[in-house]
């Protein structure tokens, strides 16, 4: 019965051209579809191994990303039917790099859960840690505050400055267009994906403890 109303509440989704109104339904509805994925493949139920399987069983012509005919048709295997324009709509919002197609980590990121508050809070917790400034973006100058990278071997070699060592460790945390500035946006966007792969909150919780040291 469960499956049967989310079908028929796609459905109705698909009327509409408000494509942003099918991802939106989609992501509400993520771990749903993840059980089924892994009850589909006989997987253990998880996002990064279902959905990593499934991935690579839709990517046909195995050039290790999809295309709109190829999301299309994995959807349709659960039942969630779009046709060709909808497909394209739905790929070309997925698709970060706008390669015209999904690689693994677009598809993934497409497909993370919500995080639920002891995430969001220890995420805060280590974002706030690093903004010393409390402005509400971390720059290599809050980094200074921090951290210190005078003991990195390409520091101690010449190669690099300083600086250099803190803004490669700060572009980790930042968008695809590095600007030297890190929002907690973005800050979460990178660790959204890391808590994809984590199963507990305890486990998390303690990573970025023990990381950042809170």
Request: net charge negative.
């Amino acid at each position: 019965a469960s499956q049967v109303s989310l079908v028929f509440v796609f459905k109705q989704n698909f009327k509409s051209v408000d494509l942003l109104k099918i991802w939106q339904c989609l992501h509400k509805n993520l771990d749903f579809w993840l059980q089924s994925w892994s009850r589909l493949l006989g997987s253990e139920p998880g996002i990064p191994s279902s959905a990593k399987v499934f991935f690579r069983r839709l990517d046909r012509d195995k050039s290790r990303s999809l295309d709109s005919g190829e999301l299309q048709r994995g959807l349709a295997e659960l039942g969630l039917v779009l046709d060709a324009a909808e497909a394209e709509g739905v790929c070309r919002r997925w698709d970060r790099d706008g390669s015209g197609t999904l690689d693994l980590e677009e598809f993934l990121r497409a497909l993370r859960p919500p995080m639920s508050q002891a995430r969001e809070a220890v995420i805060a917790a280590a974002f706030a840690k690093l903004d010393r400034s409390g402005d509400g973006v971390v720059t290599v100058d809050d980094l200074r505050g921090v951290y210190s990278g005078r003991a990195h071997p390409k520091v101690r070699n010449g190669e690099w400055t300083e600086e250099e060592v803190l803004r490669r460790f700060l572009d980790n945390f930042d968008s695809s267009e590095k600007d030297g500035q890190v929002t907690l946006a973005e800050f979460q966007d990178y660790y959204s994906g890391v808590s994809a792969s984590v199963d507990t909150d305890e486990e998390f919780v303690a990573m970025m403890t023990s990381a950042w040291q809170l």
